[in-house]
């Protein structure tokens, strides 16, 4: 009986933290997402002459880098999210017309 309630104590902290996982990284794609629509409703030029940036929002500190390339600027964020070791990289492409 011991041995079924450590199983079942072990098991229920190993889904607790799968789910603050998934939790921490729906805040960060709704993070990602928000900061993506930001940058992509800026003109070209507006976007050039930011070149690159950073913030903390909802505890997840942002990077970003806007590089320009023929008709187009390449945004690549970068997500630091609290207690997970990998980061995570949006990137998208700003037709410039």
Request: net charge positive; with cysteine.
């Amino acid at each position: 009986m011991t041995v079924a309630i450590v199983g079942l104590l072990g098991t229920s902290r190993k889904i607790s933290e799968m789910m603050g996982t998934s939790r921490r990284q729906l805040i960060a794609a709704s993070v990602a997402q928000a900061r993506l629509d930001s940058l992509q409703s800026l003109s070209c030029t507006s976007l050039t002459a930011l070149g690159a940036g950073s913030r903390t929002t909802r505890g997840i500190i942002e990077a970003w880098t806007i590089t320009e390339g023929t008709n187009s600027r390449f945004i690549a964020l970068t997500l630091t999210i609290p207690r997970m070791a990998q980061k995570l990289t949006y990137t998208t492409i700003v037709p410039c017309v």
